[in-house]
């Protein structure tokens, strides 16, 4: 095989060149590309340069350079070519201390863990019973149940012979209002006017239950101002308050439970 000096020697001669022709044209000196035809390469100059006079050479005599410097370099630098291999690292497959395994069992404790402190294990043998949804005709029997929680802090000066007798000579919602006489003043009265079936209980100044029952949807009643009535109602937002003939609002919210309300002429919601 023919070295490189050879070739490239061989074809500046056929293009009838002299090396003092090429060494002006690529500025380059005589004597280095004289050592480079004669394969001659001084230690004491680094490699890096030869390949670049060479690669210089060859493209001035329309060579192909890549290929005549990876011939060089084959040539007069053999081991660097050679490719190290690197052997792979051989892992030890242990199953039980795994990266893998123990973030699985940690997942799978978490989640154990969550299940069993916050979600709630139905118990088959129900301790209670599945009670629905109140219809509406019940609401105003609840309404009487928070009135009566109300009233049972209350000191009562008579016994409930007494409260019952009076609730039962107590005329109705409709008789109430005809017992109104229509020649009185209404401009010192309250009227109270249900919007729907509410329980009510009415005392005087002296803790004497004047009226006590659940009042129709559209009822009225009417007291005089100076009565001081206090109210307790187990649904305010049902009863609208109506003073000197002007609506003034209603006592409560709806639901509102309320206890010993007075009202006065001054009163607006």
Sequence with gaps: MESIGQI???NRELKKLTLLNVAEELKISEEILSNIENNYFQDDINTVYFIGHIR???????????????QFKAQHFPNENKIIEIPKPKLE?????????????????????????????????REYALIPDLPENYISTVEKANLNSLM???????????NFAQIDNIPSSSSAI???PKTEDLNSKITLKFLDDTWIQLRDE??????SQLMNKNDEYTYNLDLKYSITSGNAGHILVIINQKVKGKIGKKGQ???????NKDFSN
């Design 93 to 125: 497959k242990n199953i039980l201390f795994s990266n893998k395994v123990i973030s699985s069992v940690l997942i799978i404790i978490i989640f154990s863990s969550f299940y069993f402190l916050f979600i709630e294990i139905e118990n088959p043998e």
């Design 8 to 10: 490239l020697k061989k």
């Design 178 to 180: 005809a017992s109104t």
């Design 56 to 70: 210089s050479y060859c493209i001035y005599l329309d060579l192909n350079h890549k290929e005549l410097i990876k």
């Design 152 to 162: 049972k802090n209350k000191i009562i000066k008579k016994n409930e012979d007494e």
């Design 206 to 211: 002296n803790d004497e239950i004047i009226l």
């Design 257 to 263: 439970v309320v206890d010993s309300l007075v009202l």
